[in-house]
């Protein structure tokens, strides 16, 4: 055998181990053995090859492959540790395989495990093609209906989503063999997962003509230990070895999540083309500008967003998939490449409605009909151009609503907020927003991400992160942004501090004072059920619609009609009384109610135009503002768009570690993408939540 050949060896393990896959389970419970290959007394061998088993077959075979240079069955033993104890063991068998009598053994297994495949029938759904296997799957796999009612399987036709152009997929199109293959190989996994028990399981199905993918994900019934994680990650990397060795297979993904030390969710996915079946495929043009690897891309995926239809008014649309390129006016105007090999398409797992999406949808600003929406967004990165470098797919990331080339001055000073290259009409850029370069908006079912490795936040643990998916999914923009606009107005501990508005930057901005150790923090709007929001963690209010004077309200708190920091989450849309615009209101408000040598965080909009202002003036934002009162008084304040990236981090370490709790001060609330249109309604009639939209059903709320 040559030297540093792959030496595949089979063995089969004595009885104890047991014959039937739940025995077998429990016998090595929970953890595979590790096995060392050591050389007999009689040879001359003197290393040692160690290995784990990327293959368990139901019958007590485990295969092995390892690193070896002359080895036969004569000459080694089999040294397995079992429960952390090592022991010398014979097996009953030992068969060491190479090429062909290799591919004839997996080709073996398929046969000894798999279900024949019927086919798909005329008139038949893939969804109902792959439902029947996965209940034929179960009842061989000796789970009756008793289990399935344990595990409460929600497979009704809905939870099988079709992206692509049909339901019903032409029979004679349906590539049934590899199909068949790949779900088999996950229910190999589901099997020895749900053999720990599960509280409920779902399954969806991503099918196209090019494309198949069948994702399973539910909850355990209890968090399993760290020796049974290790096991089942060891079984996962077994499926993904086979089907990596398969040549039918192209493509092949096969992803296994399973909860950390206090979760009990898990996630199955396997996914693959099917467009190479007995086919020969083209060769590219230009290998030399290969674009990136893709094996997570939807093929024929469908992309919906919500886009504005006029004031007042959004709709969820399709839209084109998203590709690896940058806006065309940036390009042009930049002198940058269109193609954006530094960027990743993310299948977006959350995106929030943001109060300052409200003010286009209102016809506030300049937002031109079809602009799609959306700047606040987590995703799951399903493409990565190939100069990424630090950002793979399977990444679950938070995106700074700011788009930063990571290059610039400004970007190397910190202040991602104004970057210098993504906005050829100002500095500064954001997903979905009016006059702010072009991208496009991140509700929607996917999203391209620029220069990926310097924007986006990876969560450090998939599982946590999803657990936390609600709190997570507002450090994008409205956490970053409520905590900057107290860090900056110099708040700290034993601070009296006044945030006006109660809307959902309010509420983030009165929590962040409260992270930083805040004595009093007052929370003033015209709202009483946004006030009741704010008074549930903890907060003062103060109505400012009621005739008393807002000093004295501040008085009747704090003892003095003044505060240490005061916040306008408000922006040019303040008003007096409802429906009564006056849009320096706020800044004024703030500037009489914060003592002398107090500091002002001004996160609230101020757009460069509105156009829907009473106010000739205000169409243009010049706001009668009471300088001379701030100048007089020596205040402090600082303006602009929120450099998330300078929080980020540290907040997504406080929600991991349930220090900060946003999603419960702000209300948050998770609708579907579908959802949208009535939830921008909603949400300008003043209801007191955060809308988060889910488009991809990764939420379990």
Known sequence: MPQGWPLRVAVRLKSEVGASPKDAVVAVEPAPPVVTLKPSEMTEETEEFRAEPYKRRPDGYFLFEILAERLSPGSFELLLKVDEEEQFQLP??????????????????????FLPSPGLTEGETAAEYVKSLIYARLREDGFGEDDRGRFEFRMDPASFRMHSPGDVMPYEGFSSNPIHWTTNKLLDQFRELALYGA???????????????????????????????????ALANSQRAMLLRSGDIQDPVFLQAIGGPDSRLFDLEVSHRIDNFAVEREPEEDPAHKRAERPYKRDGAVNKAAVYKGPGEVAVEEIEYPKLEVPEEVASAMGMSKEAPHGVILEVVSSGICSSDQHMVRGQTTTPIGQTLGHEVTGMVVEKGNDVQFIDVGDICSVPFNIACGRCRNC???KTDICLNVNPARAGATYGYADMGGWTGGQANYVMVPFADFNLL?????????????????????????????????????????????????????????????????????????????????????????????????????????????????????????????????????????????????????????????????????????????????HAFLTGQCPVKKYNRGLMMSIL?????????????????????????????????????????????
């Open 92 to 113: 009953e068998e030992i068969w060491i395989l190479e090429g062909e009598d290799y591919q004839a053994l997996i080709d073996e297994i398929a046969d000894e495990q």
């Open 199 to 233: 509280e409920y399981v779902s399954w969806d199905l991503y099918h196209s003509p090019e494309f198949y993918a069948l994702r399973c994900h539910g909850k355990l019934l209890e968090p399993l230990s760290e020796r049974a994680s290790a096991y089942l990650e």
């Open 412 to 414: 190397n000073e910190g």
């Open 458 to 634: 990876k969560f450090p643990d998939r599982d946590q992160a999803l657990e936390k998916v609600v709190d997570l999914a507002l450090l994008s923009d409205i956490l970053p942004t409520g905590y900057h606009s107290v860090y900056t107005a110099g708040v700290t501990t034993g601070s009296t501090v006044y945030v006006a508005g109660a809307g959902s930057v309010g509420l983030a901005a009165a929590h962040s004072a409260q992270l930083l150790g805040a004595a009093v923090v007052i929370v003033g709007d015209l709202s009483e059920e946004k006030l009741a929001q704010a008074r549930s963690f903890g907060c003062e209010t103060i109505n400012v619609g009621e005739e008393a004077p807002i000093e004295e309200q501040i008085a009747d708190i704090v003892g003095e009609p003044e505060v240490d920091s005061a916040v306008d989450a408000v922006g040019f849309e303040a008003s007096a009384r409802p429906g009564e615009e006056a849009s320096a209101l706020v800044l004024n408000q703030i500037q009489t109610t914060t003592r002398s040598g107090g500091r002002l965080g001004i996160p609230g909009l101020y757009a460069t135009g509105d156009p829907g202002a009473a106010d000739p003036d205000a169409r243009e934002e010049t706001l009668k503002i009471r300088f001379g009162l701030g100048w007089a008084k020596s």
């Open 657 to 701: 570690h349930d220090k900060a709790h946003i999603a419960d001060a702000v209300n948050a609330k998770v609708i579907t993408l579908e959802e949208a249109p009535q939830a921008y309604k909603d949400f300008d009639n003043g209801a007191a939540r955060k809308y988060v939209i889910d488009p991809n059903g990764y939420i379990n709320a």
